[in-house]
């Protein structure tokens, strides 16, 4: 039995040069929809009061009192006061191989690095890795991308 293959190798090429030209522009979108995604799984896993090493050390007594008084829950170390912090967080690629999490304020930008010392939170643990370097691929190789 045998099968034979033909395709047209003038128009592969042509498709593959089209690819590699639309490449930078097609990373970069991938590494800005990455990034959002990533500052999605931090805000969502501070919301249930985990950082990136498990859950939460709890409110110390003297501040539940505070948050409690304040009519602010003290059951999970969420770290939702006001809401300005988290609300804080963007993301965008800043190169062709990189994007960056930040804070547009740099209030909240200090509040969020004395906040990541006693409670790491700020960061990404292995297995939310895997999941964005599954999101950036398929980001990638997605239509909306390549177009």
Do not use: C, H
Request: no cysteine; proline share 2%.
């Amino acid at each position: 039995m045998k099968v034979e293959i033909d395709f047209d190798s003038k128009g592969m090429e042509r498709r593959l040069r089209e690819i590699s030209m639309q490449l930078p522009g097609n990373i970069r979108k991938a590494l800005n929809v990455t990034a959002l995604y990533g500052s999605n799984i931090i805000t969502d896993r501070t919301k249930k009061g985990l950082g990136y090493r498990g859950g939460f050390a709890p409110y110390s007594s003297g501040y539940a009192k505070f948050r409690k008084k304040k009519g602010r829950q003290i059951n999970t170390v969420d770290f939702n006061f006001s809401g300005k912090m988290l609300a804080s967080i963007t993301a965008k690629s800043t190169g062709n191989n990189t994007a960056m999490i930040y804070f547009v304020s740099a209030a909240e930008s200090k509040k969020a690095a004395m906040l990541n010392i006693k409670r790491p939170w700020f960061g990404f643990n292995n297995g939310e890795q895997k999941k964005i370097r599954k999101f950036f691929y398929k980001s990638l190789t997605s239509k909306a991308v390549i177009g």
